[in-house]
C-alpha cells in the first residue's frame, strides 16, 4: 500500500506541474517531471513512515 500511496503522490504532483506549464504557456522538460515524481513520492514515503511509527 505504501507504494501505491507514495506513486499516486508523485504522478498527481508531476500532472499538477505540466497542467500549470500549459496554463502559463511554459514547458517543462521531461528530466524535470520526472524529478518532480521522484522527490515527491520519495517524501510521502517517509511521511507514511512518520505515521505508521506514530499510530
Known amino acids: 500500500m505504501p507504494l501505491v500511496y507514495s506513486a499516486t503522490i508523485g504522478l498527481g504532483y508531476s500532472a499538477k506541474t505540466v497542467l500549470e506549464a500549459k496554463?502559463?504557456?511554459?514547458?517543462?522538460?521531461?528530466?524535470?517531471?520526472?524529478?518532480?515524481a521522484k522527490d515527491y513520492a520519495k517524501n510521502a514515503r517517509q511521511e507514511k513512515r512518520i505515521l505508521v511509527l506514530q499510530v
Do not use: F, H, T
Request: no cysteine.
Open 23 to 36: 496554463q502559463n504557456d511554459k514547458k517543462v522538460s521531461n528530466e524535470e517531471i520526472k524529478k518532480i
